[in-house]
Structure formats: C-alpha cells, structure tokens
C-alpha cells in the first residue's frame, strides 16, 4: 500500500528526470523512467483504491474517411 509520501517522492523523481527513490530508510532505483511511470500510476491506483475514490478512464476514437 502506498502512502501520499511517497506518490509525492516518485513524482518528484520523475519531475527531476532521477531513477532513484528514497523511502524512509529503503531506497529504490528504476531501470528506467518508463518503468517509474508505472510505479506512479500504480501507487494512484492504489491510494484511489483505498480512499473510495473511482478511477475513471476515457477511450477516444478519431476517424477520418471510413472506420
């Protein structure tokens, strides 16, 4: 389960183009900023989970001449 801290610490990562995350006393380092993505969409998945809070998503279809 993932705690406001650190969705905050991977974004900051991320914001700083950095591979490695620190939490408390463990330390994580992402292979890749791909890879650190997805630990942030994870960690919003998961604290949407435990708040209630639905997670929406939209698919949008853009068309031009026939389908």
Known sequence: MYTEQQLQALRDALANSVRRVRFGDREIE???IDELKQAIAAAEADIAKSSGV?????????TEKGF
């Open 30 to 32: 992402y292979r890749t």
């Open 54 to 62: 639905p997670i929406t998503r939209q698919i949008r279809v853009s």
